[in-house]
C-alpha cells in the first residue's frame, strides 16, 4: 500500500510539474523564427513599404491577421488577411480596411462575448472629433458581427482622449475580467498606464488613466490572461539604442495589480536577437518588434496557454533602417515558437 502511495504521489507530482512550464519561474526563453511569411503588398498606385503591428486570433479554423500598413500615399492604415495555414500567409488576399479615411494604425482584435460583436481597437486622428472629445487623436474602436467580412467593419468612434499631461497614447490595448474592460498604453518615456470600465459600460465610461509600470520600455504594451492560472503577462517593447528593438514581459497577478518582472533586460529579456535562431542560420530580423501572441480563444478575456507559446511578431535588419525615413523601413511579419 505504500508503495503504491508512493507512486501515486511521485506520478501526481510529476504531472504536475509538466503543467508547469520553466519560463513561468526562471523567466527564460528560447524561440525559433519561421522565415518572412508576410511582406508588404505590392501595390502600384500607392506604393507599401512595410506591414507592421500585427493582430492576430484563430477563430473557426482560420488565422486572421489584422496589421499596419505603411505606403507612400496614404501614410497609415489597417489590412486584413486570412488563411488557414502559414504556408498560404503570403498569397492570401490583402483587404485595406474602409472604416476611416484618415490616419489608424496598431489594431487589436477580439471577440467582446456580452455585445456578441468583434472589436477593433486602434489609435486614430480625425479633426472633427477635437470638438466631442477634447483631442483629434486617440484611442478608436470599431465593431462588427462578421470578422470574415472586411467592409462590414463600422467607422472609427473615439474611445476618449488619452493623454497624460503632454504625452500622448500609443498602441492601446484592451483585456477584460469577470467584471472590468482595462484599457493599456504606452507614452514614450519609460511608462505603461491603464484605466478601466465596466463590463456594462464598455467601450465607454473609462477612468482616468493610472501609472501601470515604468521601466526602460518603449511602447507597444500587450497584456494577456494566462489560461488555468490567476495570473496576467504583460509584454513590453524596449530598445537597445536607436538600432534594434526587444520585448520585456511582466507578471501580475490581477489587471490592476503591481507588475513584477519575469524577463526585463537586454541580456534576459522574453524575445529579441540573443534568444531567437532562425532556419538555416538565415537571421532575416535584428529587430524582434510589435510581437503579439496567438491566443488560445478570440474572446475579451485573451488567454494564453503557456505551455504552447507562439507570437507573430514584425521584424528588419539593422542594415534595412539606415539612411531612409523611419515610415519606410521593410518591416515583414514572421512567427517565434518556443
Do not use: M
Given at each position: 500500500m505504500r508503495f503504491l502511495l508512493s507512486v501515486c504521489c511521485f506520478f501526481s507530482v510529476a504531472v504536475l510539474n509538466a503543467a508547469e512550464p520553466d519560463w513561468l519561474n526562471d523567466?527564460?526563453?528560447?524561440?525559433?523564427?519561421?522565415?518572412?511569411?508576410?511582406?508588404?503588398?505590392?501595390?502600384p498606385d500607392d506604393?507599401?513599404?512595410?506591414?507592421?503591428?500585427?493582430?492576430?486570433?484563430?477563430?473557426?479554423?482560420?488565422?486572421?491577421?489584422f496589421a499596419t500598413i505603411r505606403s507612400e500615399k496614404r501614410t497609415h492604415q489597417i489590412e486584413y488577411l486570412t488563411f488557414t495555414d502559414w504556408k498560404d500567409a503570403e498569397k492570401s488576399k490583402r483587404h485595406v480596411l474602409k472604416m476611416h479615411?484618415?490616419?489608424?494604425?496598431?489594431?487589436?482584435?477580439?471577440?467582446?462575448?456580452?455585445?456578441?460583436?468583434?472589436?477593433?481597437?486602434?489609435?486614430?486622428?480625425?479633426?472633427?472629433?477635437?470638438?466631442?472629445?477634447?483631442?483629434?487623436?486617440?484611442?478608436?474602436?470599431?465593431?462588427?458581427?462578421?470578422?470574415?467580412?472586411?467592409?462590414?467593419?463600422?467607422?472609427?468612434?473615439?474611445?476618449?482622449?488619452?493623454?497624460?499631461?503632454?504625452?500622448?497614447?500609443?498602441?492601446?490595448?484592451?483585456?477584460?475580467?469577470?467584471?472590468?474592460?482595462?484599457?493599456?498604453?504606452t507614452t514614450l518615456n519609460g511608462k505603461m498606464w491603464?484605466?478601466?470600465?465596466?463590463?456594462?459600460?464598455?467601450?465607454?465610461?473609462?477612468?482616468?488613466?493610472?501609472?501601470?509600470?515604468?521601466?526602460?520600455?518603449?511602447?507597444?504594451s500587450h497584456t494577456y490572461k494566462i489560461k488555468g492560472r490567476?495570473?496576467?503577462?504583460?509584454?513590453?517593447?524596449?530598445?537597445?539604442?536607436?538600432?534594434?528593438?526587444?520585448?520585456?514581459?511582466?507578471?501580475?497577478?490581477?489587471?490592476?495589480?503591481?507588475?513584477?518582472?519575469?524577463?526585463d533586460s537586454k541580456e534576459k529579456n522574453f524575445a529579441g536577437k540573443n534568444n531567437v535562431s532562425f532556419p538555416n542560420d538565415k537571421q532575416w530580423a535584428d529587430s524582434i518588434s510589435h510581437v503579439e501572441l496567438i491566443r488560445s480563444g478570440f474572446d475579451e478575456k485573451l488567454e494564453i496557454d503557456p505551455n504552447h507559446l507562439q507570437l507573430i511578431y514584425q521584424g528588419v535588419l539593422d542594415?534595412?533602417?539606415?539612411?531612409?525615413?523611419?515610415?519606410?523601413i521593410p518591416w515583414r511579419?514572421?512567427?517565434l515558437k518556443m
Open positions: 523567466g527564460r526563453f528560447h524561440w525559433k523564427s519561421s522565415g518572412p511569411l508576410v511582406a508588404p503588398e505590392n501595390r506604393p507599401c513599404f512595410s506591414v507592421k503591428d500585427p493582430t492576430i486570433v484563430f477563430y473557426e479554423g482560420r488565422y486572421h491577421i479615411p484618415g490616419f489608424f494604425c496598431a489594431p487589436q482584435v477580439f471577440y467582446f462575448t456580452p455585445h456578441k460583436k468583434w472589436y477593433l481597437i486602434c489609435q486614430a486622428s480625425d479633426p472633427s472629433w477635437k470638438e466631442k472629445w477634447g483631442a483629434e487623436y486617440g484611442a478608436a474602436f470599431s465593431t462588427t458581427k462578421d470578422i470574415t467580412k472586411p467592409d462590414s467593419w463600422s467607422p472609427l468612434e473615439p474611445l476618449g482622449a488619452r493623454r497624460v499631461g503632454d504625452n500622448a497614447g500609443l498602441d492601446f490595448w484592451v483585456i477584460c475580467d469577470s467584471s472590468k474592460a482595462y484599457l493599456f498604453f491603464r484605466e478601466k470600465t465596466t463590463l456594462d459600460q464598455f467601450p465607454r465610461g473609462w477612468s482616468e488613466p493610472k501609472l501601470a509600470l515604468e521601466a526602460d520600455i518603449f511602447e507597444a490567476e495570473k496576467y503577462l504583460t509584454l513590453v517593447e524596449a530598445q537597445n539604442g536607436p538600432a534594434w528593438r526587444y520585448y520585456k514581459a511582466y507578471l501580475a497577478d490581477r489587471l490592476d495589480g503591481p507588475w513584477t518582472p519575469l524577463a542594415k534595412d533602417t539606415g539612411g531612409i525615413p523611419y515610415g519606410q511579419l514572421g512567427i
